[in-house]
C-alpha cells in the first residue's frame, strides 16, 4: 500500500527556531507538493516540484522558507526563523503527471505535520 | 484571494438524510476534483470532473460540474456517519496547481 510519510507528525517549537519537514513521495511519482492548512485560509499551495526541479513556489515566503529534493525520494520543507504566523498543518502531496499535460491526475496527500511555534 | 467558494461552511445532520454541497467560483476551470479529509489526515481524492455539465456517480455520492466549469455540486442521499469529514473542492487553472475551496464540514449523527 503505497503512501506518501511526513516527518515529524507534530513539531512544537520556539519562535527563531528552525524547523525542518520532511517527505517521501510515493516512489515513482515525478510531481511533488507542498500544503498549508489553516482554520483561516484553508489549504494552500506552498511550491512544487516536477521531476525534483522547483515548478512554483511563489505561495512561499522567500525570506524565511525554503523546500528542496535533495534526491527522488525525499522532498523537505524548511523554516528559519520560525514565527508564532506558521503555526498550521503543513502537507506533502505526491502526483504522477504524464508527458501527454494531463493535468487531472490525483495527488496523493500525507498526514501532514503539524507544527506549533510559541 | 479566494476563488472557490463553498457553501454551506457547516453541516450536521442525522443519518439516512440527503445532503448537497456547493462550489462556486468565478473562474474557469480545466477540471474540478472534490476531496474528502477525515482528522489528523491529508485530503483523500473522491473524484474528477472534466467536462462541462458532467455527472459522476460514486455509490451514494453524485458530482456535478457546472455547464460552464465554474461550479460543482456534491450530493450525498442517504448520509451515514462514515460520510463525517471535511470535503474540499480544488479547481486546476489550466496548470497543475489546484486552487483549494473553502470546505464544507460535514457532521452525520447516527
Known amino acids: 500500500d503505497a503512501r506518501v510519510t511526513q516527518t515529524p507528525r507534530h513539531k512544537v517549537t520556539e519562535m527563531g527556531q528552525e524547523v525542518t519537514m520532511r517527505c517521501q513521495p510515493i516512489l515513482g511519482h515525478n510531481t511533488v507538493f507542498w500544503y498549508r492548512q489553516t482554520m483561516m485560509q484553508g489549504l494552500e499551495l506552498l511550491a512544487y516540484f516536477r521531476n525534483r526541479a522547483p515548478l512554483d513556489d511563489s505561495g512561499m515566503p522567500k525570506d524565511r522558507f525554503s523546500a528542496e529534493m535533495p534526491d527522488a525520494t525525499l522532498a523537505t520543507l524548511k523554516i528559519q526563523p520560525s514565527e508564532p504566523r506558521d503555526s498550521a498543518v503543513y502537507f506533502c502531496?505526491?502526483?504522477?503527471?504524464?508527458?501527454?499535460?494531463?493535468?487531472?491526475?490525483?495527488?496523493?496527500f500525507g498526514p501532514g505535520t503539524r507544527l506549533t511555534v510559541t | 484571494t479566494q476563488l472557490l467558494e463553498q457553501s454551506p461552511q457547516f453541516l450536521s445532520i442525522q443519518e439516512g438524510e440527503n445532503l448537497t454541497v456547493y462550489c462556486n467560483s468565478s473562474?474557469?476551470?480545466?477540471?474540478l476534483q472534490w476531496y474528502r479529509q477525515e482528522p489528523g489526515e491529508g485530503p483523500v481524492l473522491l473524484v474528477t470532473v472534466v467536462t462541462g455539465g458532467e455527472v459522476k456517480k460514486l455509490k451514494r455520492l453524485t458530482f456535478q460540474f457546472g455547464d460552464a466549469r465554474k461550479d460543482s455540486s456534491l450530493h450525498i442521499t442517504a448520509a451515514q456517519p462514515g460520510d463525517t469529514g471535511l470535503y474540499l473542492c480544488?479547481?486546476?487553472?489550466?496548470?497543475?496547481?489546484?486552487?483549494f475551496g473553502t470546505g464544507t464540514r460535514l457532521q452525520v449523527f447516527p
Open positions: 502531496a505526491s502526483g504522477l503527471a504524464f508527458r501527454s499535460k494531463d493535468l487531472t491526475y490525483e495527488q496523493y
Open positions: 480544488a479547481g486546476a487553472l489550466d496548470t497543475d496547481k489546484l486552487i
Open positions: 473562474s474557469v476551470f480545466s477540471s
